[in-house]
């Protein structure tokens, strides 16, 4: 992983962002994990792991990060943000900087530090680059050629819909 060196305004946003995390060590049923959405050196959104609380395996502090941003900001990219965690974020939370175009990362832990403390991130990290056989999720696309047909087409018919060509992203 490659080391930045770090500014004092990352340094505050990840102080920001380890203060969040250490709200779920007063909070039952919270787990430590804390992110900010920072443009301009604004705060647009902030996150804590909310799993637990909200029942919802995707809220995590990343996720909640962004979905406070896209709230505020009216916008769901954020191609002009930095995203500040308190931890490597799990491949969930990556992917989701990947779809909001967040073009800056920083944390603080890394997951080996999350998985010394009983967080499955590395393990997930590692079944997504097996091949779909390997995994131990069930991941099978349908037999049925009608249904595939059916499916791809409803995304063809939106993509058609499109005011601009679509790019096939192969």
């Known amino acids: 992983m490659p080391y930045a060196p770090e500014t004092p305004q990352d340094h505050a946003f990840l102080e920001q962002a380890i203060q969040i995390s250490r709200h779920a060590l007063e909070d039952e049923g919270k787990t430590p994990f804390g992110a900010l959405v920072v443009i301009d050196g604004q705060v647009v959104g902030t996150g804590s792991s909310s799993v637990v609380e909200l029942r919802d395996p995707t809220a995590h502090a990343e996720v909640m990060a962004l979905r406070d941003a896209g709230t505020r900001l009216d916008r769901h990219l954020m191609e002009d943000a930095v995203m500040y965690s308190s931890s490597e974020p799990c491949p969930m939370c990556l992917t989701a900087c990947y779809w909001a175009r967040i073009p800056r990362l920083v944390y603080a832990a890394t997951s080996h530090d999350v998985a010394t403390n009983g967080f499955e991130d590395l393990q997930y990290y590692r079944q ?28 063809a018919s939106w993509a058609d819909k499109l005011p601009f060509p679509v790019e096939p992203k192969l």
């Open 128 to 155: 997504l680059t097996l091949p779909n056989a390997e995994r131990t999720l069930l991941d099978e696309v349908t037999a049925n050629d009608e249904t595939r047909t059916t499916a791809a087409a409803t995304l």
